[in-house]
């Protein structure tokens, strides 16, 4: 039976927040932090955990984990099926945050207004409180980006629509969980590490790639630049 815990942070160069690189799929952060934030773009030193070009401020929306899953705190203007939500409210599966600057009217607010920054916000696993965030408006992440990972049992990489992150060429699935020796990857195929093999099962301690039977991704430290 699966326990939803608040996860530990693993030990990859001590970070909280990791770059996931997977081959034939795309790029994408994994966030451990009790507390996740999105805003415009900004210096590097002030900038939010996800910065997006836009008009947004530095500090727009706080995504924070609960015992239970997540939930929004907005610093700007968020809208949620036309309503303005100015108080800490839970994320549900399928919402669709509408993030607006200062300046944006009521009624340019919606669907069909580019200015505004909307994102989706999934938890596609019926059994894990994980959730994902994509950009659902034309808008594009300071940093090459799909999607957002905010880890709180497990991320699930695979085939399926229910992963976390589909990987539609894979035959199987790749399960990764943090612990206090690092982060840990289980699959349903054998596993190397930096060319070293480990089985079906490796704990990840530093930046490393991981390959199996049709896969292949990278996990880093999101201060490390890819080589």
């Given at each position: 039976?699966?326990?939803h815990a608040?996860?530990?942070?693993?030990?990859?160069?001590?970070a909280?927040?990791?770059?996931l690189?997977?081959?034939?799929?795309?790029?994408?952060?994994?966030s451990l932090?009790?507390?996740?934030?999105?805003?415009?773009?900004?210096?590097?030193?002030?900038a939010?955990d996800?910065p997006i070009w836009?008009?947004?401020?530095r500090?727009?929306?706080?995504?924070?984990k609960t015992?239970?899953?997540?939930a929004?705190?907005?610093?700007?203007g968020?809208?949620i099926a036309?309503?303005?939500?100015?108080?800490?409210?839970?994320l549900?599966?399928?919402?669709?945050?509408t993030?607006?600057d200062?300046?944006?009217s009521r009624?340019?607010v919606?669907?069909?207004?580019?200015?505004?920054?909307?994102?989706?916000?999934?938890?596609?696993h019926?059994?894990?409180?994980?959730?994902?965030?994509?950009?659902?408006?034309p808008?594009?992440?300071v940093?090459?980006?799909?999607?957002?990972?905010?880890?709180?049992?497990?991320?699930?990489?695979?085939?399926r629509k229910?992963h976390?992150?589909v990987?539609?060429d894979?035959?199987?699935?790749v399960?990764?969980t943090?612990?206090?020796l690092?982060?840990?990857?289980?699959?349903?195929?054998?596993?190397?590490?930096?060319?070293?093999?480990?089985?079906?099962?490796?704990?990840v301690?530093?930046a490393?790639?991981v390959?199996?039977?049709?896969?292949?991704?990278?996990?880093?430290?999101?201060?490390e630049?890819?080589?």
């Open positions: 039976m699966w326990q608040v996860s530990s942070v693993p030990r990859i160069n001590g909280e927040m990791l770059r690189w997977i081959d034939g799929v795309g790029a994408f952060v994994i932090k009790p507390t996740f934030t999105i805003g415009g773009p900004a210096e590097d030193n002030l939010a996800w836009s008009t947004l401020s500090r727009h929306l706080e995504i924070v015992d239970d899953g997540f929004m705190h907005p610093q700007g968020v809208h036309g309503a303005n939500v100015t108080s800490r409210l839970p549900r599966h399928g919402t669709t945050l993030l607006t200062a300046n944006a009624l340019s919606g669907a069909g207004d580019d200015s505004s920054v909307r994102l989706e916000f999934t938890q596609p019926p059994l894990s409180l994980t959730g994902v965030l994509k950009l659902a408006s808008h594009r992440s940093q090459t980006l799909d999607a957002v990972v905010l880890l709180h049992d497990c991320c699930l990489l695979g085939p229910s976390h992150i990987c539609r894979w035959a199987g699935e399960r990764l943090s612990s206090d690092g982060l840990v990857c289980q699959a349903e195929t054998e596993l190397s590490v930096n060319d070293q093999p480990c089985g079906t099962t490796a704990i301690e530093d490393a790639t390959e199996g039977d049709g896969l292949r991704f990278r996990l880093e430290h999101m201060g630049r890819r080589r």
